[in-house]
């Protein structure tokens, strides 16, 4: 799907404090690397006072300030969340804090492709509606040790953050270029509740098996979304001058990043970044953005691809080209994703 005159023109991003892999959430001392570990991970986000929802309506606070948009402006406001047990209904109370009076806001549920389907939706929404002035997108994760620490045996470390990203027609940092997305509805399965004892949490086959079993599905999807990406818009992987993507650990992504014709390894993506953060969900891709036009790296002209996929399994491929150079909005080269500024 090729975009006309769709923007991003702001990011932000709240990230808790960093809780090494000395500390509690590395679990027991054996002697020998945990399966994260090797996987890349050294590090993760924790929050232990501010619920998902309230991580992501602090990100979209600072993605309005840096669009120079207010809630007033918005139309829509769609967020990603992933089994939120804070805030049933998270839209709302983002619009709460966030919107105005005639924005509408919904809740996109897309595990961790989330973030990055909730791009397409809002550039939809603006397409199709010329009055729109401006779309949020929110997405939050929140997981606590007690439900998500088991996940380390996987070979990922989750993390918790908010996430935010404001579109707009016309110019921005990013032109929107063009998006691709695939499902492999056959792996539904493995995110099936299990049977669990009364009152227990009920976790999904996936969290037995991991992914590896499933490489061939996601190497067979990421290259088929990549490819068409490129196609539409006529650009040639060696154009490609960053690569952001999901925070799944760097043996995953390079297995499923050797399928595509991109030559690159997790080393040459935003991993380096998510790896210090864990695994945040529907987060990853937006934080990854938001640390990446709000640190002055790219320049105009730069193109950005973003590699998105999440248990279900569905995935989304984005292309954009940087429009303005971050460096002149961000004085110093300040990162918004700083940890608790507001």
Same mark, same amino acid.
């Given at each position: 799907?090729?975009?006309?005159?769709?923007?991003?023109? &702001?990011?932000?991003?709240?990230?808790?404090?960093?809780? $090494?892999?000395?500390?509690?959430?590395?679990?027991?001392?054996?002697?020998?690397?945990?399966?994260?570990?090797?996987?890349?991970?050294?590090?993760? @986000?924790?929050?232990?006072? $501010?619920?998902?929802?309230?991580?992501?309506?602090?990100?979209?606070?600072?993605?309005?300030?840096?669009?120079?948009?207010?809630?007033? =402006?918005? $139309?829509?406001?769609?967020?990603?969340?992933?089994? =939120?047990?804070?805030?049933?209904?998270?839209?709302?109370?983002?619009?709460?804090?966030?919107?105005?009076?005639?924005?509408?806001?919904?809740?996109?549920?897309?595990?961790?492709?989330?973030?990055?389907?909730?791009?397409?939706?809002?550039?939809?929404?603006?397409?199709?509606?010329?009055?729109?002035?401006?779309?949020?997108?929110?997405?939050?994760?929140?997981?606590?040790?007690?439900? #998500?620490?088991?996940?380390?045996?996987?070979?990922?470390?989750?993390? =918790?953050?908010?996430?935010?990203?404001?579109?707009?027609?016309?110019?921005?940092?990013? *032109? /929107?270029?063009?998006?691709?997305?695939?499902?492999?509805?056959?792996?539904?399965?493995?995110?099936?509740?299990? %049977?669990?004892? @009364?009152?227990?949490? *009920?976790?999904?086959?996936?969290? %037995?098996?991991? /992914?590896?079993?499933?490489?061939?599905?996601?190497?067979?999807?990421?290259?088929?979304?990549?490819?068409?990406?490129?196609?539409?818009?006529?650009?040639?992987?060696?154009?490609?001058?960053?690569?952001?993507?999901?925070?799944?650990? @760097?043996?995953?992504? !390079?297995?499923?990043?050797?399928?595509?014709?991109?030559?690159?390894?997790?080393?040459?993506?935003? #991993?380096?970044?998510? *790896?210090?953060?864990?695994?945040?969900?529907?987060? !990853?891709?937006? /934080?990854?953005?938001?640390?990446?036009? &709000?640190?002055?790296?790219?320049?105009?002209? %730069? *193109?950005?691809?973003? /590699? $998105?996929?999440?248990?279900?399994?569905? #995935?989304?491929? @984005?292309?954009?080209?940087?429009?303005?150079?971050?460096?002149?909005?961000?004085? &110093?080269?300040?990162?918004?994703? %700083?940890?608790?500024?507001?």
């Amino acid at each position: 799907m090729l975009w006309r005159d769709i923007s991003i023109a &702001g990011t932000g991003a709240w990230i808790p404090p960093i809780r $090494s892999e000395r500390d509690p959430w590395a679990g027991p001392v054996t002697g020998q690397p945990s399966m994260a570990a090797l996987n890349g991970f050294t590090s993760a @986000a924790v929050s232990t006072d $501010s619920t998902a929802a309230q991580m992501a309506a602090r990100a979209g606070l600072k993605a309005l300030r840096r669009a120079e948009v207010t809630g007033a =402006d918005l $139309s829509l406001l769609v967020h990603a969340a992933f089994q =939120d047990k804070d805030h049933y209904t998270p839209a709302p109370y983002l619009l709460r804090v966030l919107g105005g009076r005639d924005t509408a806001a919904f809740e996109l549920g897309a595990a961790s492709d989330g973030g990055a389907a909730a791009l397409v939706v809002a550039a939809e929404h603006l397409t199709s509606r010329p009055g729109a002035r401006a779309a949020l997108v929110t997405a939050g994760g929140r997981f606590p040790a007690e439900r #998500w620490g088991g996940v380390r045996e996987m070979g990922y470390v989750a993390g =918790d953050a908010g996430a935010a990203a404001v579109l707009t027609r016309g110019p921005g940092l990013a *032109r /929107l270029v063009a998006t691709a997305q695939a499902t492999e509805p056959e792996l539904e399965l493995l995110t099936r509740a299990k %049977e669990a004892p @009364a009152g227990a949490e *009920r976790p999904f086959l996936a969290e %037995e098996t991991g /992914l590896m079993p499933h490489i061939d599905a996601l190497q067979r999807s990421t290259r088929r979304c990549v490819e068409s990406v490129l196609d539409e818009a006529d650009v040639k992987p060696a154009d490609v001058t960053h690569v952001v993507g999901i925070a799944i650990g @760097a043996v995953v992504l !390079d297995l499923v990043l050797a399928a595509s014709p991109l030559d690159v390894r997790s080393g040459d993506t935003s #991993w380096t970044f998510g *790896r210090h953060l864990g695994h945040a969900g529907p987060c !990853d891709v937006l /934080l990854a953005l938001d640390r990446l036009l &709000g640190a002055g790296a790219p320049r105009a002209g %730069e *193109r950005v691809l973003v /590699l $998105s996929f999440g248990l279900g399994f569905r #995935w989304t491929t @984005a292309l954009l080209e940087v429009t303005r150079d971050p460096a002149a909005l961000a004085p &110093g080269g300040r990162s918004t994703t %700083e940890r608790g500024s507001s």
